[in-house]
């Protein structure tokens, strides 16, 4: 099932603030966008934000958790339609980039999330919400890192080590959120062939040879 950015992010107020903070923090990072920010990116008083989150923290770790539920939302049906291995997690690849493009500014911030848990930028009081955050990214890492399990026992694909495959595939995806900008007058249908084309290129030395 494919997703755009209006399938996740209905426009009333609270999402409208959600979707300026994900544009704020991909565009500042997390240190350098403030509550103001946002507030400026909406066209709103700082009053409005507040009224929906009570401080910047609180609104990264709710932008995060949108990112994941896009995700797990296009991704995991696919992991359970039949076929191979291979053409699962291709599907997944395919909607997984598709989900980079269309709601980027929400997908920026799981790279974001990493570095706040890894170094320790919130304080102590926010341990919690960074725990639930990575336990949201472990969920949705272990649906790949099965598919290629699954693809090593069923001959699809050929990998020494599902975790490292996994790891190298994501990584190699979650970059199009860095790299890639929409074009003028460009359509879904450009978007998809950019994502074939893409998961044609990484998945191609993980697929068996037959």
């Known amino acids: ?70 995700l797990m939302h296009a991704v995991e049906p696919i992991t359970r339609r039949g076929g191979s291995a291979g053409e699962r997690l291709g599907g997944m690849a395919r909607a997984h980039t598709l989900a980079m493009m269309e709601t980027r500014s929400f997908q920026r911030s799981l790279t974001l999330g990493v570095d706040l848990y890894r ?10 919400a960074l725990e639930e955050l990575m336990s949201l990214r472990f969920v949705y890492e272990d649906l790949y890192r099965d598919t290629f399990a699954a693809g090593l026992a069923d001959g699809t694909l050929e990998v020494s080590d599902p975790s490292l495959a996994m790891r190298t595939l994501l990584g190699a995806l979650n970059w199009v959120a ?23 290129t990484v998945l191609g030395g993980y697929r068996a040879r037959r």
């Open 1 to 70: 099932m494919s997703l755009t950015i209006e399938d996740v992010v209905p426009q009333d107020r609270r999402e409208e603030v959600l979707a300026a903070a994900a544009e704020c923090f991909m565009r500042r990072g997390y240190e350098q966008t403030s509550m103001d920010d946002v507030a400026d990116m909406l066209g709103a008083t700082k009053g409005r934000v507040y009224h929906h989150f009570r401080s910047k923290p609180e609104l990264f770790f709710e932008v995060y958790r949108r990112a994941m539920a896009i």
């Open 178 to 200: 860095v790299w890639y900008t929409p074009r003028p007058g460009e359509t879904r249908a450009h978007r998809e062939r950019l994502a074939d084309e893409i998961v044609e």
């Open 119 to 128: 170094f320790g930028h919130t304080g102590p009081e926010h341990k919690a």
